[in-house]
């Protein structure tokens, strides 16, 4: 960058990650009227530029790929998160960022500052196993930013210099999150931001809404729902624009709860912290559009396997493209998604549709069956039932001794009818039916981040 020797102010920093943005903006816009074939082609010189980097800079990859540099993506080995932050160290391609430096200056993390002068540090979300560490430097951030900024453009809210889009997110202020990451560094002038905390008590959230009267609302899942039953009970009082669901299952039940609150369909945006966006609606609802052009992905069972369009898989299998400082090829998630057999859309756009997120694989269930083996239960046989419940919130608890439905301020519910109901969909399942209990809570437990999982484990 040309020019002084001070460090530059706060504001023009922004200003200027906001030029970029939308300079890359500009030309992910032009990705949407690509044929397939082109898509296709773009697919292949990105993978190719992304592997060589990591040979060329990863020990851990010239180990991990090793006699495989010029075989198909689908012949390279399976990443999980555990090889992964073991191998850390190698992992990187910069041989002066250690993984103990990298977690010290999370503990420390208040809101954007950067590791070692260059790298935004996120870790996962993840409430199970070791978290997982991310890190991207300024022009991959740009990226990041712009792969959010994409998801809300195609829900209508498109942002300019000359434009200002008052946003308001109620997700995690935790600043290790990348959603407050996101918030964090795209505050500005450009785009005022206020990050509420989705964990902060209901009455204050709805008030600073109010004071807001944000354009653009951004919400977990579960705090939509939420919102949607403060604004149809009078106390929340918005008229967004533009209303998005982020990083949960956005059911039936509440993507109607929030038509009816604002008036318009809530768009649903697929994102992960080590992919950033991945996947977002288009005006049509068809399902939401991959963003095959900044990450590949491959939608497998539990052994790798790939998983035809139109069946739910138990992975997925991504190769972030634009990923540098820590390279990911086919690094596992264990969200479970379906690809629509139809790819075609009104909207022209020639990127795959997903036809359903039916979230983690950890909101399946497993049941022993009468055989003596074990089961799992998807989601969506849980989503079924509980989309037909009014209530302010659910979620529903596995316990050795049996099943807790959780039931936010029910309305109209018959407790022994929707026990019955869940017992007779475990049962069509094939496994030991467990007792099933209803109870009515004043609200439903979050993890640390903040967000509500609609199926869970025994918490500890
Ligand atoms: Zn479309």
Known sequence: MAGGHTAPSRVSDAARRAGLVLAVLRRLRRRDSWSRAQLIAHQGRALAVLRAHAYAHSPFYRRLHAGRFDTPLSDLPVLTKAQLMEGFDEAVTDRAVRL??????????????????RYRVCATAGTTGRRGILLWDRSEWVDVLASYNRAQEWGGARAGL???????????TNPTHQSA?????????????????????????????????????????????????EQLAGRLAIAPEFVFSASEVLTRSTRDAATAAWGRQPRDVYAATETAAIAAECGQHPGLHLFEDLVLTEVVDGNDRPVPPGEYGAKVLVTVLFSRTLPLIRYEMTDSVQIAVEHDCPCGRPYALLAGVQGRLQEALQFATAGGGERT???VVVHHIMDRVTSAGWQVVQRPEGLEVLLVRPRNVDPTALAAKVRSALAEQGVVVPDVRVREVESVPRTALGKAPLITGTTS
């Open 377 to 379: 239960v998807q989601p």
């Open 162 to 172: 000359t434009r200002r889009m008052s946003t308001a997110v109620v997700s995690s």
């Open 100 to 117: 103990d430096a990298v977690e010290r200056h999370l503990d420390v993390l208040r809101g954007d500052e950067l590791f070692r002068g």
């Open 181 to 229: 990451r996101v918030g964090a560094s795209i505050d500005s002038a450009w785009l005022p931001t206020v990050r509420i905390d989705s964990g902060d008590d209901r009455a204050s959230i709805v008030l600073r809404l109010n004071g807001r009267q944000p354009r653009t609302l951004v919400a977990y899942a579960s705090m939509l729902r939420v919102l949607a039953e």
